[in-house]
C-alpha cells in the first residue's frame, strides 16, 4: 500500500521489479521517527503515511549507492509537511 503510494517506482531510475527490492529513504533522517522496513510491526495507515511522506521510494541500489554519495537526490525531491 505505501509501496503503490508513493509511486510503485523507484524515484531514480524507474525499478519496479519485485516490491522486496524498494526501500523508503528518508529525505531528512532528524525528522525519522521510525523505520518503515522494520518487518512484524503494525501501525495505522495515518501513522505509516505520515512517515511514508517524509520518504522518497528507491531500490536497493539506488538506495545504497544514495549513502555511499554516487546519487544525487533530484533537486525538485523536498520533504512534504
Same mark, same amino acid.
Given at each position: 500500500?505505501?509501496?503503490?503510494?508513493?509511486?510503485?517506482?523507484?524515484?531514480?531510475?524507474?525499478?519496479?521489479?519485485? #516490491?522486496?527490492?524498494?526501500?523508503?529513504?528518508? @529525505?531528512?533522517?532528524?525528522?525519522?521517527?521510525?523505520?518503515?522496513? /522494520?518487518?512484524?510491526? /503494525?501501525?495505522?495507515?495515518?501513522? /505509516?503515511?505520515?512517515? #511514508?511522506?517524509? $520518504?522518497?521510494?528507491? $531500490?536497493?541500489? $539506488?538506495?545504497?549507492?544514495?549513502?555511499?554519495? @554516487?546519487?544525487?537526490?533530484?533537486?525538485?525531491?523536498?520533504?512534504?509537511?
Amino acid at each position: 500500500m505505501a509501496i503503490e503510494y508513493k509511486g510503485g517506482k523507484c524515484m531514480i531510475c524507474g525499478y519496479n521489479k519485485y #516490491v522486496g527490492a524498494m526501500d523508503f529513504h528518508h @529525505l531528512d533522517e532528524r525528522s525519522k521517527k521510525f523505520d518503515l522496513s /522494520t518487518k512484524g510491526l /503494525t501501525r495505522s495507515w495515518d501513522k /505509516t503515511k505520515t512517515e #511514508v511522506d517524509k $520518504c522518497m521510494l528507491v $531500490c536497493a541500489n $539506488c538506495h545504497r549507492e544514495i549513502h555511499a554519495g @554516487l546519487v544525487q537526490l533530484p533537486k525538485e525531491i523536498s520533504v512534504e509537511k
